[in-house]
């Protein structure tokens, strides 16, 4: 038990790493006072420029996926939930994802929205589908320009993809279906501004739309590919 609890506690901690944070503070910045406010990549890559938004974007979606891969073969299966070290993964991705949303290192602030973090998780748990997903937030990102659009639509797509692979009895379906009701709920201010035509969007205040959208997609299949092959050693 006390095993499994370090580990949640780990993963939690993990998550906490605030690397839009740390990003910004290596340049005298502080990202929570600038551009979006938010302290995730996309904020990153606005307010400090893309290449640093792009580590960022990796390191988050690595602190999902490595409590993932890496915690339950540390439980014994006495330990785990419905000894099953499917629940277990999913409650260390889930303890990933609130750190990054609030941060102990920030004292519990508010931290990035998770949906790199959480893509990160569902990585680790099921490779393929959340490729696919991820491959529908590069088209929505590449021909919209907008990142929360591509965000909240590969969010969607997610557990419709489980649900035809795995079955909607499955873990992983039902944690995906909450997942995706979190991601809304913490992209309402831009289903706001998308609604009434007021989201940023790459293109606007002197960033050229295609070079960034493309450098992300880019990236994205290498994150994703480095990733996989790992979960897969």
């Given at each position: 038990?006390?095993?499994?609890?370090?580990?949640?506690?780990?993963?939690?901690?993990?998550?906490?790493i605030p690397a839009a944070?740390?990003?910004?503070?290596?340049?005298?910045?502080?990202?929570?006072?600038?551009?979006?406010?938010?302290?995730?990549?996309?904020?990153?890559?606005?307010?400090?420029?893309?290449?640093?938004?792009?580590?960022?974007?990796?390191?988050?979606?690595?602190?999902?996926?490595l409590p993932v891969i890496v915690f339950p073969r540390l439980v014994s299966a006495a330990a785990l939930p419905f000894g099953n070290p499917v629940w277990f993964a999913i409650l260390c991705g889930a303890a990933a994802i609130a750190g990054h949303t609030r941060?102990?290192?920030?004292?519990f602030g508010k931290g990035g929205k998770g949906v790199a973090t959480a893509g990160g998780v569902f990585?680790?748990?099921?490779?393929?589908?959340?490729?696919?997903a991820l491959v529908v937030f590069a088209v929505v990102l590449l021909s919209s320009g907008y990142v929360s659009l591509g965000s909240l639509t590969s969010a969607a797509i997610l557990p419709v993809l489980l649900a035809i692979t795995v079955g909607i009895r499955s873990p992983i379906f039902a944690v995906s279906a909450i997942i995706a009701l979190f991601v809304?709920?913490?992209h309402r201010a831009n289903i706001v501004r998308l609604r009434n035509g007021e989201e940023h969007r790459f293109g606007k205040r002197g960033v050229a739309t295609k070079r960034p959208a493309a450098?992300?997609?880019?990236?994205?299949?290498?994150?994703?590919?480095?990733?996989i092959a790992a979960r897969f050693a």
């Open positions: 038990m006390l095993v499994f609890v370090a580990c949640l506690a780990a993963s939690y901690c993990l998550g906490s944070y740390i990003a910004g503070k290596s340049r005298g910045i502080d990202l929570r006072k600038h551009g979006s406010g938010n302290l995730g990549a996309t904020n990153v890559m606005r307010v400090l420029g893309t290449k640093i938004g792009m580590l960022v974007f990796a390191f988050d979606m690595a602190k999902g996926a941060p102990v290192f920030l004292a990585l680790a748990l099921a490779p393929v589908q959340t490729l696919l809304f709920w913490t450098t992300l997609a880019i990236s994205l299949i290498i994150v994703l590919a480095v990733l």
